[in-house]
């Protein structure tokens, strides 16, 4: 695990994100990482974890000073994710969903949406992202939900499926097609939905392969009514905002796949290690080492790819989906492929919940899915080599 760790010392840290990075890894190894087990074979709400990255005021890394937030690096972030995620996958996913649901808010609402709101979330609010429905998964423009205006309101008729905290959010970020708008592309629109709206109910909260302490929920919204304030931009702004937000929500799922991929590897190894077969420690046959290198060599570009992707976003460049496809794309398929091989290197014991690695082959799965399949991601990228 050498090279690991001299990888973190040269990615050069600032003193202060230092101590931020100390603090989570701290709060990880007390709270997080002991509880997760317990989360995961219960299916509770990790209520506890979250209690305790507010106390530490995770949220606050992401929302803006002025809104009451203290904001990081994102390239900080997302290392904050990984770490939180390496804990408990569960823990993680929740946390990075606050980011995803709300960073579109940062980026696009106005200054009156942003003070009204945000403080929600700098003060420990749970946020989510309504994008997905039966007939519409990759495919965006397949959305029935209905915005339909009626003074200073706006009537929202629909439903969403597989939203992760959409039980327990305080704010939805929610897409829909703006009534009286033929266009389906030109049609979806976005807005801020708030906890305790009349009409709003949870359908049902699914039994999922893993994840089990993240609520993953179908939601309807029976005529709810939402102040017209609410709406981020105009009508049928909709889908460039939706395609931005996945382009910064989609670093951060790499980071999340990135966090089971390095516990993962991390438990491995440690086996590894101590298992004797045949009289020998089963890290010393030259297959399981050809298998080791291969696996630390691509956990290493991918966690230096995520960090060039990071730069990007800091930089203010604007246009960087392929590469945020690219992050996704490989962290999610290697977090799985090195689960699959911890679990293969404990034998039976990887089978069996007594080990961490059975969790993290089942957390991994999904990682490849969520945030557009990685068959979607390989669409993306694939067709950007098609000449015009």
């Known amino acids: 695990m050498k090279i690991f760790e001299t990888l973190q010392r040269r ?3 600032t003193e202060e994100e230092q101590m931020i990075l100390d603090q989570v890894r701290r709060l990880c190894a007390e709270t997080i990482a002991p ?8 299916g509770e709400f990790p209520w506890e974890n979250i209690k305790a990255l507010n106390a530490l005021g995770a949220n606050m890394m992401f929302v803006p000073e002025a809104y009451g937030g203290a904001p990081v690096s994102f390239r900080l972030y997302l290392e904050v994710v990984k770490t939180i995620s390496a804990a408990c996958a569960s823990t993680g996913i929740i946390y990075a969903t606050n980011f995803h649901g709300m960073k579109p808010l940062i980026d696009k609402g106005n200054d009156e949406q942003r003070a009204r709101l945000l403080p929600r979330i700098a003060e420990g609010g749970l946020g989510a992202l309504a994008i997905t429905e039966p007939n519409a998964g990759s495919d965006a423009t397949g959305m029935k939900t209905t915005f339909t205006p009626d003074g ?3 009537v929202v008729q629909g439903g969403k499926i597989f939203i992760t905290n959409g039980d327990v959010a305080d704010l939805i970020l929610l897409f829909g097609k703006w009534s009286g708008i033929d266009d389906p592309k030109k049609a979806i629109s976005v807005l801020i939905f708030e906890k305790g709206t009349p009409g709003f109910e949870v359908i049902r909260l699914e039994k999922k392969m893993g994840h089990h302490a993240s609520s993953t929920a179908s939601i309807a919204f029976n005529e709810c009514r939402v102040p017209r304030a609410n709406l981020i931009g105009k009508p049928g702004d909709g889908l460039p905002i939706l395609l931005a937000s996945l382009n910064k929500s989609r670093p951060s799922v790499a980071a999340h796949a990135l966090g089971i991929a390095r516990a993962a590897f991390g438990d491995m190894v440690g086996y590894m290690n101590d298992r004797v077969q045949s009289g ?3 890290a010393e046959f030259q297959g399981n080492q050809f298998m080791l290198a291969d696996l630390a060599t691509d956990l290493a570009m991918a966690e230096n790819w995520l960090d060039y992707v990071a730069s990007l976003i800091e ?10 496809s690219m992050a996704k794309m490989r962290a999610s398929d290697l977090a799985m492929r090195i689960a699959t ?12 919940s007594d080990y961490r690695v059975e969790r993290l082959m089942r957390d991994a799965k999904i990682t490849q899915i969520w945030e557009g399949t990685n068959q979607i991601h390989r669409q993306l990228i694939g067709r950007s080599f098609v000449r015009k």
């Open 341 to 352: 091989e911890a679990v293969q290197m404990y034998g039976g014991y990887g089978y069996c």
């Open 315 to 324: 930089a203010g460049v604007e246009d960087f989906g392929l590469e945020a």
């Open 35 to 42: 509880n997760a087990e317990r989360y995961d074979h219960s």
């Open 280 to 282: 020998r420690r089963i």
């Open 152 to 154: 200073d309101d706006i």
């Open 11 to 13: 990615r050069q840290w």
